[in-house]
């Protein structure tokens, strides 16, 4: 069982670069979601998506932009990184019907230099 | 605003000892409430969960959590940890109006003394 599984794991970029981290869930979950996590702030979403085709801006959408071409996959972009945005990435995903239950991936762990 | 309050950041606990972990949150209605873990470099783990009814509830490792709405906690416990409890863990509040987000307090780094 798959369930939500992100690429890379690791990345380190320097300031100015561009990436995209890749989010795939095989449970055919209508909801996904970005965060980044750093330490002592807990989880903090980024952008998020309640169907293919459509995005919505998070608590911290700044310096990212999202795609959702696909059902099964939701994508995060970084067109010109920064220091800032050094952090631990992680995507979650969930359905109707299972109230906010949601479930995680193993994280991209990004260093921007 | 809804919001989520882990008071504390680090708590230290002898294994074998009783464990609790504080939770208060911020909501106008009755809300979803989560605990979450999260093992060193691994994504977080759903515990345990509260939707309704019974206000006490149990998880996965021997965890429970008791829903007060008196005092807007939802204290996670476990009457004996175990070395591999080690983690840090996450409350989190969901509701029915928000496009299944969920809030999310701070967190606190379990500590595991031998």
């Known amino acids: 069982n798959a369930g939500v599984t992100q690429t890379p794991k690791f990345r380190v970029l320097k300031t100015g670069q561009s990436m995209t981290l890749l989010c795939a869930q095989d449970m055919n979950h209508e909801y996904m979601y970005w965060y980044r996590q750093d330490p002592g702030m807990g989880l903090r979403l980024i952008h998020y998506s309640v169907g293919e085709g459509t995005t919505a801006k998070g608590e911290v959408p700044d310096g990212y932009n999202v795609s959702r071409l696909k059902k099964q996959n939701f994508l995060l972009g970084l067109e010109s990184a920064a220091p800032s945005q050094t952090s631990v990435y992680f995507c979650a995903s969930t359905f109707v019907g299972q109230g906010n239950i949601q479930y995680f991936g193993a994280g991209t762990r990004l260093s921007v230099l | 605003a809804q919001s989520v309050t882990q008071p504390d950041i680090h708590i230290t606990v002898s294994e074998g000892a009783s464990l609790e972990l504080r939770c208060n949150y911020s909501?106008?209605?009755?809300?979803?409430l989560f605990w979450y873990v999260q093992s060193p470099g691994q994504g977080l783990q759903l515990l345990l969960k509260?939707?309704?009814?019974d206000t006490l509830v149990q998880g996965i490792k021997g965890f429970e959590a008791e829903f007060k709405r008196s005092q807007s906690s939802f204290n996670l416990r476990k009457p004996s940890v175990h070395w591999s409890d080690a983690a840090e863990y996450f409350c989190?509040?969901?509701?029915?109006?928000?496009?299944?987000?969920?809030?999310w307090g701070a967190g606190t780094k379990l500590i595991i003394k031998p």
């Open positions: 909501y106008g209605a009755t809300p979803y």
């Open positions: 509260y939707f309704s009814g």
């Open positions: 989190a509040v969901g509701a029915l109006d928000s496009n299944y987000q969920l809030i």
